[in-house]
């Protein structure tokens, strides 16, 4: 999942030079040494946060999952019995105009916005509930920072206009990505 989930990550980089400067603007002030980072630099990588948040909503690595009903129960207008099988997308539940605005618009600015969608129940990009995803913040982090030193130390592009074929097999992926890094000066 992280992987995929970075993958995405480097490929928006790519397509959004303007957001790319704003985040290696932001990733200046991290210690060249990345053992020296801590809590406190990465709280202050706000843009790097947005754009992994909005990130991970358009393009959810686990964009469908199932739940196996084990007792009785109505759900959504539904009479559901012991081993029927619901299925919940967060791909299309992200896209859902009647929880985000403008959703298939990539704007990681709603996420510095006072009312972010994060708090709607409707961004589920680690699942929800007793089975969330228990590594959560641990890959959140590790995104941030990603994208963050690369940022910092490169310039991405797509040399091609299709750069990768879409896979649903499993996880959401951009499956072999082509992207080219040019160092900054
Ligand atoms: C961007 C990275 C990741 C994404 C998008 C992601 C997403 C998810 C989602 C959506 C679920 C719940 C699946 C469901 O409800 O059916 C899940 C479960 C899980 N994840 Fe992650 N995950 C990521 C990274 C990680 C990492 C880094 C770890 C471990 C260090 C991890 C460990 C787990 C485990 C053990 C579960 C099963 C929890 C359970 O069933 O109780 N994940 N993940």
Redesign the pocket.
């Known amino acids: ?2 992987t ?3 993958a995405w990550l480097l490929l928006n980089l790519a397509r959004r030079p303007q957001w790319a400067e704003h985040i290696a603007a932001e990733a200046s002030a991290l210690p060249h040494d990345g053992h020296q980072v801590d809590a406190g630099h990465v709280a202050r990588l706000r843009t790097a946060d947005a754009f992994v948040r909005e990130t ?1 909503r358009l393009y ?3 964009w469908l ?3 196996v009903v084990a007792q009785p129960t109505h759900l959504g207008g539904h009479r559901l019995v012991p081993g029927d099988r619901v299925m ?1 997308s ?1 791909y299309l539940l992200h896209r859902d105009e009647r929880h985000h605005d403008r959703a298939d618009t990539f704007a990681p600015e709603r996420w510095l916005e006072a009312s972010s969608p994060g708090t709607t129940g409707a961004y ?13 913040s ?3 982090l ?2 941030v920072l990603v994208l963050a030193m690369t940022a910092r130390t490169h310039r991405l592009s797509c040399p091609d206009s299709q750069p990768y074929r879409l896979d649903t097999d499993g ?1 959401l992926t951009p499956a072999g990505l082509h992207l080219a890094f040019h160092p900054r000066g």
């Open positions: 999942m992280p995929r989930a970075g991970l959810p690595p686990n999952t199932s739940r919940v967060p589920l990009p680690f699942g929800a509930g007793p089975r969330l995803c228990p590594g959560a641990l890959a959140s590790e995104l996880a």
